[in-house]
């Protein structure tokens, strides 16, 4: 799905990004149909496949221009993965989704940066400030 083959660390997040997003593709990451869901989980993963795809594939192409390192944009779908994680336990009550499951064995979030590198890396992952949202409050860094 994102393209070639990456170093070990970084490989093994995007695969774990790809197995997810599969599972939102094909409607496979819950048993329920999801019209049966609550409105929170159904809005939780409305667009959610095409996110990841847009994500895995922008961190890639920062990957390949050099604006971050191996490691670097491993952290960085890393923590992205954990959001989702954290979001999938809280609206879906999945506290191991099948996504987390590969080659029969459970994948490994790195956990070598902390909580506040990984913040430090994502919030530096847009090349420009996000333009100001509703009330005139900035998304990102001025």
Same mark, same amino acid.
């Given at each position: 799905?994102?393209?070639? @083959?990456?170093?070990?660390? %970084?490989?093994?997040?995007?695969?774990?990004?790809?197995?997810?997003?599969? =599972?939102?593709?094909?409607?496979?990451?819950? +048993?329920? &149909? %999801?019209?049966?869901? !609550?409105?929170?989980?159904?809005?939780?993963?409305?667009?959610?496949?095409?996110? /990841?795809?847009? @994500?895995?594939?922008?961190?890639? $192409?920062?990957?390949? +221009?050099?604006?971050?390192? !191996?490691?670097?944009?491993?952290? /960085? #779908? $890393?923590?992205? %993965?954990?959001? =989702?994680?954290?979001?999938?336990?809280?609206?879906?009550?999945?506290?191991?989704? &099948?996504?987390?499951?590969?080659?029969?064995?459970?994948? $490994? /979030?790195?956990? +070598?940066?902390?909580? +506040?590198?990984?913040?430090? %890396? #994502?919030?530096?992952?847009?090349?420009?400030?996000?333009? &100001?949202?509703?009330?005139?409050?900035?998304?990102?860094?001025?």
């Amino acid at each position: 799905m994102f393209g070639p @083959f990456y170093p070990a660390p %970084l490989q093994e997040v995007v695969n774990h990004a790809e197995r997810l997003a599969e =599972l939102l593709r094909t409607g496979r990451l819950v +048993s329920a &149909p %999801l019209d049966r869901l !609550d409105e929170w989980a159904a809005a939780w993963m409305s667009g959610r496949e095409g996110e /990841i795809r847009r @994500f895995v594939e922008h961190t890639l $192409a920062r990957r390949a +221009s050099g604006k971050v390192d !191996d490691a670097a944009a491993a952290t /960085i #779908l $890393a923590g992205y %993965l954990a959001s =989702l994680h954290r979001g999938m336990a809280r609206r879906l009550r999945l506290v191991r989704p &099948p996504c987390c499951m590969g080659a029969g064995e459970a994948t $490994a /979030i790195p956990t +070598s940066r902390t909580a +506040s590198s990984v913040e430090e %890396l #994502l919030a530096n992952l847009v090349d420009t400030p996000a333009e &100001p949202g509703p009330g005139g409050r900035g998304r990102g860094k001025p």
